[in-house]
T-cell receptor, first 110, second 115 residues
Framework: GNSVTQMEGPVTLSEEAFLTINCTYT??????LFWYVQYPGEGLQLLLK?????DKGSNKGFEATYRKETTSFHLEKGSVQVSDSAVYFC?????????FGKGTLLTVNP | DSGVTQTPKHLITATGQRVTLRCSPR?????VYWYQQSLDQGLQFLIQ???????AKGNILERFSAQQFPDLHSELNLSSLELGDSALYFC??????????????FGPGTRLTVL
């Protein structure tokens, strides 16, 4: 079945460091791919998405590119801030539902 | 604020009991989704309704059921509760039934604790 695998956390970085959170997926066909973010005590918010191969989603300095050849959708940010501390979920959409990875906790220290 | 509301925020109950979680989608959204988030299972899709009809089913136990009413709010009923049902339950809504293109907006969740 469809699944999403993302790197285990937690990830701890200093402010202004470069961030990469790896995400790979298995699917029949070509799903849409998403990154959601969950801040402490809140629900999930869509961070960015890509609906077809080679699409790049971007928002708030975060980027991810839909790579069909490697079935990946890695999240990157060039310079993280303390306010980026949250749990990040990679997800794919197919058959009317979202399938999420287990989440990666990111902590950014000043 | 996503526009999706969930009540109650917290719920503490005993094993064997039955509870009802309520969700009001964003204005104009026809689809409602329910998810369970737990430490061991992560975020699991339970069920989706679109304009009152069940559209997709995920890892939902037979002890759980849901419905969407004519005013589009939805309820998730959990019965014969077990300790392992303790989790955060999220509701999400979207404009259409196809989550491939339409963003899902998540509510703040209901934290269920079964003692």
């Amino acid at each position: 079945g469809n699944s999403v695998t993302q790197m285990e956390g937690p990830v701890t970085l200093s402010e202004e460091a470069f961030l990469t959170i790896n995400c790979t997926y298995t699917a029949t066909g070509y799903p849409s791919l998403f990154w959601y973010v969950q801040y402490p005590g809140e629900g999930l918010q869509l961070l960015l998405k890509a609906t077809k191969a080679d699409d790049k989603g971007s928002n708030k300095g975060f980027e991810a590119t839909y790579r069909k050849e490697t079935t990946s959708f890695h999240l990157e940010k060039g310079s993280v801030q303390v306010s980026d501390s949250a749990v990040y979920f990679c997800a794919q959409s197919s058959n009317y539902k979202l399938t999420f990875g287990k989440g990666t906790l990111l902590t950014v220290n000043p | 604020d996503s526009g999706v509301t969930q009540t109650p925020k917290h719920l503490i109950t005993a094993t064997g009991q039955r509870v009802t979680l309520r969700c009001s989608p964003r204005s104009g959204d026809l689809s409602v989704y329910w998810y369970q988030q737990s430490l061991d299972q992560g975020l699991q899709f339970l069920i989706q309704y679109y304009n009152g009809e069940e559209r997709a089913k995920g890892n939902i136990l037979e002890r759980f059921s849901a419905q969407q009413f004519p005013d589009l709010h939805s309820e998730l009923n959990l019965s014969s509760l077990e300790l392992g049902d303790s989790a955060l339950y999220f509701c999400a809504s979207s404009a259409s039934s196809d989550s491939s293109y339409n963003e899902q907006f998540f509510g703040p969740g209901t934290r269920l604790t079964v003692l």
